[in-house]
Nanobody, 115 residues
């Protein structure tokens, strides 16, 4: 069983920044397709950022140039650095990863961008 725990959400003004963290219960080098998703009220969950093969990264068009996904293997943690936040970035953000062909989700962390 894999546990993913997100943290770092909160209320921020437009143009502000937040860094989300996703701590895993096992070494993240054993997980693959680590990614961040988000779900806004009454909308479907969407992919925000992900690690691809060979350490590449992929981003949704709406966040390119503003968000950065990174990882610290020693801390078993994946991060999402979010800059120039907009009201439309308001959502619950979820961490996701695969282990032994099973998909695991964290409980989510709320990000609210509002003045």
């Amino acid at each position: 069983q894999v546990q993913l725990v997100e943290s770092g959400g909160g209320l921020v003004q437009p143009g502000g920044s937040l860094r989300l963290s996703c701590a895993a219960s096992l070494s993240i080098v054993r997980l693959y397709r680590m990614s961040w998703y988000r779900q806004a009220p009454e909308k479907q969950r969407e992919l925000v950022a992900a690690f691809g093969s060979g350490g590449s990264t992929n981003y949704a068009d709406s966040v390119k140039g503003r968000f950065t996904i990174s990882r610290d293997n020693a801390k078993n943690t994946v991060y999402l650095e979010m800059n120039s936040l907009k009201p439309e970035d308001t959502a619950v953000y979820y961490c996701n990863g695969y282990y032994a062909y099973d998909s695991y989700w964290g409980q989510g962390t709320q990000v609210t961008v509002s003045s």
